[in-house]
């Protein structure tokens, strides 16, 4: 999926004895988006911003270590040692050995003829990582200005980490003129390196350049145009995210310092094996326990007790992204947590004063059929028709921000309609819920609509699982193993005539370990292309039923 920006310029900053100025470039192809204003919370904003740039560049996804040097050498070694071999012959030794002189000669001397061309290549990407390392990045943050505050958006390249900065106008002061609206802006590694010399005693002024918008711009030297094409699973994982925001969740605040133990309990273990999961035990009027795995040591958070109702168990996964939390542990006044469920997105809210940050992580670091089981978060949730889904959002866009139910008294609708309506602009991208206020908000992620149904499921399998369930078509028994924390799943799927009859496992990291199904998709390919829909439709009706 291609996206297209012009930037009149970079993004830019100048500094003097008392001051800074931070200048950003909007993209001049979207509505005219403007904000100045002098930054009053230097110190805070300059922490939050800089947890937004970890998101922006994280990517914890499993990389395989580079074995091509290796096997080269290996290669080489049976290469000697067939040649060895044929050396023990006495009428071939002598002659062998002058050709494995001059082979080694040759060696050397193309070692030497292509050193120029190695180094250049080494320095080449060096000078792109060290000075343009916007071109390593995929997407630029989107920043959207409101009536009562901007805030930044991002997602991280592994495509699990969601980051929001919101900023109310009490953490400016001298705010100048503002036009509301969603743009990207030039965002370059050397801001974030900007960033790190904002300090208390220097005034700050903070801008999103509205003067891009009266450029002529075949005329002007500095104007740019970025094209970035997209992978689909990166656009529909930050879509995931976002919907997933919404949607009920298990409610609880934590002190600075229970975050602070988290990270300090994961940077002095290294796990080897699974489960590597972090497992709240929440019980009513009872401080939050936190339990590592596989190691087992609990951190009971005595300054935060969970005052919601029943008890819960919850495990998630991917907790070395809690990282990005580090540097607002100083200057946080308390966490907000939101858990959708075991294996499903998870939501940490700082309350930063007048600035809130928003951590948004999927339910893994690696979203792949391997881990599954998330993507009905885009399945429609209700049936509205399209002149009231344009009514809603008109209405939304009005205020830019409102509840559901000052939209519903507004417009004479039931709450259950505006929240279908709202629903459907969100896994759009055109609306966000915003957790910190808890009002929905105008939003739109892309200049041109979305292609939701290219978007909605990662291939035709997911799909059709996913009506399976809707069907109710889908019958799943659970059976889980005292010795190793495993959990196999079996059950039937009935698919017109048929009935099939899918088996998975899933291990202690509720990773699909095993599966069969009687299907011919599954009896052809196995798992080589991923699991058939049956199985999926297995997994996400034990998904649908343990949330319930």
Request: hydrophobic fraction near 40%; aromatic fraction near 10%.
């Amino acid at each position: 999926m291609q996206f297209e920006y012009s930037y009149a310029g970079s993004t830019a900053v100048q500094h003097r004895g008392d001051s800074t100025e931070l200048s950003f470039a909007p993209d001049l192809k979207r509505e005219p988006t403007f904000f100045s204003g002098e930054l009053r919370r230097n110190v805070a904003f300059r922490e939050a911003i800089s947890a937004l740039h970890a998101v922006v560049v994280s990517d914890l996804r499993f990389k395989p270590k580079d074995k091509t040097a290796y096997k080269a050498w290996a290669a080489q070694q049976e290469e000697g040692d067939l040649v060895a071999i044929a050396a023990q012959r006495q009428s071939v030794a002598s002659r062998v050995k002058a050709l494995r002189e001059e082979l080694a000669q040759l060696e050397v001397e193309s070692a030497r003829r292509l050193s120029g061309f190695h180094e250049a290549r080494a320095r080449y990407f060096r000078f792109l990582y060290e000075k343009h390392r916007e071109l390593w990045f995929v997407y630029d943050p989107v920043i959207t200005v409101h009536p009562d505050e901007c805030f930044f958006e991002c997602f991280s390249q592994d495509e699990s980490s969601y980051g929001r900065l919101g900023a109310s106008y009490e953490v400016f002061q001298n705010v100048g003129e503002f036009s509301c609206g969603t743009t990207n802006i030039d965002y370059s590694s050397p801001l974030y390196d900007e960033f790190q010399k904002i300090r208390s005693y220097k005034r700050t002024r903070f801008e999103v350049d509205p003067s891009g918008f009266t450029t002529q711009t075949g005329t002007d030297a500095a104007y740019k145009e970025v094209k970035i094409d997209l992978p689909d699973s990166w656009v529909r994982g930050f879509l995931q995210v976002n919907s997933a925001m919404a949607l009920p969740a298990v409610r609880f605040t934590l002190h600075p310092m229970d975050v602070h133990n988290f990270l300090f309990v994961l940077k002095r273990h290294k796990e080897k094996k699974g489960p590597r999961s972090m497992r709240y035990e929440l019980a009513p009027g009872q401080p939050v326990k936190v339990v590592f795995e596989p190691w087992g040591t609990e951190v009971v958070c005595r300054r935060s007790v969970y005052e919601g109702e029943g008890t819960h168990d919850i495990r998630v996964w991917g907790r070395r992204r809690l990282g990005v939390l580090e540097r607002l542990v100083p200057v946080a006044k308390r966490f907000t947590v939101h858990l959708l469920g075991s294996g499903l997105p998870s939501f940490y809210v700082a309350d930063l004063g007048d600035l809130s940050f928003t951590l948004g992580l999927s339910g893994w670091t690696a979203n792949d059929w391997a881990t599954a089981g998330n993507f009905d978060l885009m399945a429609p949730r209700g049936q509205v028709d399209e002149l009231t889904r344009r009514r809603v959002f008109d209405a939304l866009k009005a205020t830019w921000s409102a509840t559901p139910e000052a939209l519903a008294a507004k417009l004479g609708l039931e709450r259950g309609t505006v929240l279908g309506a709202l629903s459907a602009w969100t896994q759009a991208g055109r609306a966000i819920w915003d957790l910190n206020k808890g009002v929905y908000r105008a939003r739109e992620l892309s200049r041109e609509p979305l292609p939701l149904d290219k978007l909605r499921f990662a291939n035709e399998r997911e799909e059709r699982a996913t009506r399976f369930v809707d069907a109710r078509a889908v019958n799943v028994t659970a059976r889980a193993s005292s010795v190793d924390g495993s959990l196999e799943l079996s059950g039937s799927v009935k698919e017109g005539q048929k009935v099939l009859r899918p088996t998975l496992r899933l291990d202690g990291d509720q990773r699909m370990v095993f599966g069969e199904c009687t299907c011919n998709f599954f009896q052809q390919n196995k798992l080589f292309r991923g699991p058939c829909e049956h199985l999926l439709a297995l997994r996400l009706q034990h998904s649908r039923v343990s949330r319930t």
